[in-house]
């Protein structure tokens, strides 16, 4: 039974909520949004997204898909159970919540960037009512609600925790990882008050199966910096592993797999040739950054930081060192780039280290190429720009290059055509586990 000093916006919001009659409005509808409008469309619940993107709005009104690995029959699926999206705002009024999932990148001097989240408020803003309850799930430093959204919404008079309900929840999206579902993933919460605590629980429960509630939404914005730090770190361990076992001629990806026999108190990390992603190159910075103002400085975490942002140069050094040893240089050679997206099998750019990759190599004057199957025109990006097609693996074109150098390691490849062919490959990946002549680990 609830207390009698229980707001009646409250009761309102949680019988909508509870009898499946609420309105959900997602607001970014990209790799954590576009799964979450499916995953409440298809618990019953009429799904409103909006997003800046009129492309993506279009066709997702058609029923079409731009993500690879969601499909289209579940975009239209939702659109039969009455998922709409918008590029219009001043329709964020007819939602009973609103949860933003927008970019939180960093600026040009590696410090949180929040003008998306900023932006997406002040768009909703005037439109926001009594009786929502917003929740933020982009990634962030702790504080940012309590000390951004909560001001802004308390602005236009509303009594955060009585009139309206403001949460965070962190997203937990892992792009083309087939084992877990929007719906299956634990979801943290936590609330400006015990009241939007409460709202955001009962949220939350209608569409995942698990809901871990929190003392606080800083609580919450700080375990999704755990998370994505703690893979940080011990990517970065590994690296400096690689970088170690390199120098002693042990294949670092040999030993990490032994390792992993061990049943208990170990967990495989592998290097890589850089982090990309929405989150694990970006996440420790926002805590670093917010770490400054206690007076506290996060050697670990910058270390690892540092360690993994020095990949890219380590890579490249790799590559000279194998071209020198046959009589060449970078520059002048021809490099095709295997694989451009950031991580197996999507086609997400974000932060990409294979972009870092072909960055330096032009620079270097290298004459640079790429094969993606799931990316077939490389995309306009902020900060980068190639206009390149992705190249069809063929034996007559693996052989054009002076090196094939594997950031990417998609199962689609045929890494045997590749073997055969090419006259050296720098494997970043270790999809290669023999000695071969024509393979460089790196």
């Not at 999206?173 to 009962?202: M, W």
């Not at 086609?347 to 004459?367: Q, T």
Request: aromatic share 8%.
């Amino acid at each position: 039974m609830r207390d009698e000093n229980t707001s009646p916006h409250l009761e309102q919001l949680l019988d909508k909520l509870q009898d499946r009659s609420a309105v959900i409005g997602i607001v970014g509808l990209g790799y954590v949004g576009l799964p979450l409008t499916l995953c409440y469309a298809a618990q019953g619940y009429k799904v409103l997204g909006i997003d800046i993107d009129l492309d993506k709005v279009d066709r997702l009104n058609r029923g079409e898909s731009y993500i690879r690995h969601i499909d289209a029959g579940a975009v239209g699926q939702a659109r039969e159970r009455g998922f709409e999206a918008t590029a219009d705002f001043t329709r964020a009024g007819e939602a009973d919540a609103l949860i933003i999932c927008v970019p939180t990148p960093l600026n040009a001097y590696r410090e949180p960037d929040l003008s998306y989240v900023l932006g997406t408020v002040g768009a909703l803003l005037p439109c926001v009512r009594e009786g929502q309850v917003v929740s933020l799930e982009s990634t962030t430093y702790p504080g940012t609600t309590e000390e951004e959204l909560r001001p802004r919404l308390e602005s236009r008079g509303f009594s955060v925790g009585r009139d309206l309900f403001l949460v965070f929840s962190p997203e937990r999206e892992d792009p083309g990882n087939p084992h877990f579902a929007t719906r299956t993933i634990p979801k943290v919460v936590g609330g400006s008050t015990p009241a939007c605590l409460e709202a955001g629980l009962t949220l939350y429960r209608a569409g995942v199966e698990r809901v871990v509630p929190v003392s606080s939404t800083r609580a919450a914005e700080l375990t999704k910096l755990l998370e994505n730090i703690h893979r940080a770190v011990n990517i970065g361990l590994v690296n400096e592993m690689k970088i170690i076992a390199d120098r002693m001629d042990i294949d670092i990806h040999e030993v990490i797999r032994a390792a992993a026999t061990k049943p208990f108190g170990f967990t495989p990390y592998y290097p890589g040739p850089g982090l990309g992603g929405h989150c694990i190159p970006i996440d420790p910075f926002y805590l670093t950054w917010k770490a400054r103002e206690y007076g506290l400085h996060t050697r670990f975490i910058e270390l690892a930081g540092e360690i993994n942002s020095d990949m890219p140069q380590w890579v490249i050094g790799k590559v000279a060192d194998a071209l020198n040893e046959r009589g060449r240089s970078i520059m002048g050679s021809r490099v095709l780039v295997l694989g451009i997206a950031y991580k197996k099998d999507v086609e997400d750019m974000r932060e990409s280290p294979s972009v870092a990759l072909m960055e330096i190599l032009r620079r270097k004057g290298a004459s640079v190429d790429y094969s993606d199957p799931h990316v077939p025109s490389f995309p306009r990006m902020r900060e980068h720009r190639f206009e390149l097609s992705s190249v069809a693996l063929t034996p007559n074109a693996i052989a054009s290059y002076d090196v094939v150098l594997v950031a990417t390691a998609h199962s689609a490849f045929d890494y045997e055509l590749v073997r055969q062919y090419a006259n050296l490959i720098v494997d970043t990946r270790g999809v290669y586990t023999e000695r071969l002549p024509n393979v460089v680990k790196a």
